[in-house]
């Protein structure tokens, strides 16, 4: 998983060097700098937004090197998708979609601040449930579970899980919040490829299988399992 994740920023960045030497990235939910990292090292010039100061302070930590090469902003992605007067060449959403109750809403808006060559991607989403097959649904669940056993409020995550398995979200649980796909059943790729595709951008889906369990992990991935999608879509003229 971690290779195809590098491989495909790279491929972004390469596509968007060819417009302009020093692509602009805004990286939208930015958490502790993953993405952020890797396209300063490509020599990209990066705005991380997040809401959380904390893993703000680690990204700048981690990219003090890259001086003004990096701009951070604590705040909520809406204000800078909405600040129509800043255009990115790439716009990355890793790990963050299924975070988001209208995420079409929020692609919709990055569309208008894209450059004419822009590029939106996304990594780490879990497909439209509908879209996965039984036996990769049953797989999942259980290396889901493997890995709960081993992370304490082992009673709490079931009886959560149970609970969102019935379609019942509390809007005040932070961690229903977090896990907000489970009730939406995931998160509709195809949707977002329409959209893309509506707004004249080609789009491709780049599926594979991704859960927290490292051994399920390697087993899954041999099996050719599919669980968990990426987007990369990109403005045609």
């Not at 998160?187 to 299988?209: P, R």
Request: aromatic share 12%; hydrophobic share 40%.
């Amino acid at each position: 998983m971690r290779n195809l994740f590098g491989k495909l920023i790279v491929k972004v960045f390469d596509i968007s060097y060819q417009h302009t030497k020093i692509p602009k990235v805004l990286d939208l939910g930015a958490g502790e700098g993953s993405v952020t990292m890797t396209f300063l090292e490509l020599g990209a010039k990066v705005v991380a937004i997040d809401i959380s100061y904390s893993q703000l302070d680690e990204v700048r930590r981690k990219c003090e090197r890259f001086g003004n090469m990096l701009e951070l902003r604590c705040e909520d992605i809406n204000i800078s998708v909405q600040n129509k007067s800043e255009i990115f060449d790439i716009i990355v959403a890793n790990s963050f979609l299924h975070h988001v109750p209208d995420y079409m809403g929020l692609i919709r808006e990055t569309i208008a601040i894209l450059s004419p060559h822009g590029q939106f991607f996304s990594f780490q989403d879990p497909l439209s449930y509908d879209t996965v097959g039984k036996f990769t649904k049953i797989f999942s669940k259980l290396a889901y579970f493997s890995w709960r056993v081993f992370k304490g409020d082992l009673i709490g995550g079931l009886k959560r899980q149970l609970r969102r398995d019935r379609g019942i979200y509390l809007d005040d649980s932070v961690l229903d919040n977090v896990e907000y796909h489970v009730i939406r059943n995931g998160v509709n790729q195809y949707a977002i490829q329409k959209l893309f595709n509506e707004q004249g951008f080609d789009c491709i889906i780049v599926t594979y299988f991704s859960t927290q369990s490292r051994l399920f992990q390697a087993i899954g991935t041999v099996l050719g399992l599919k669980n968990t999608f990426s987007i990369v879509a990109q403005k045609q003229h």
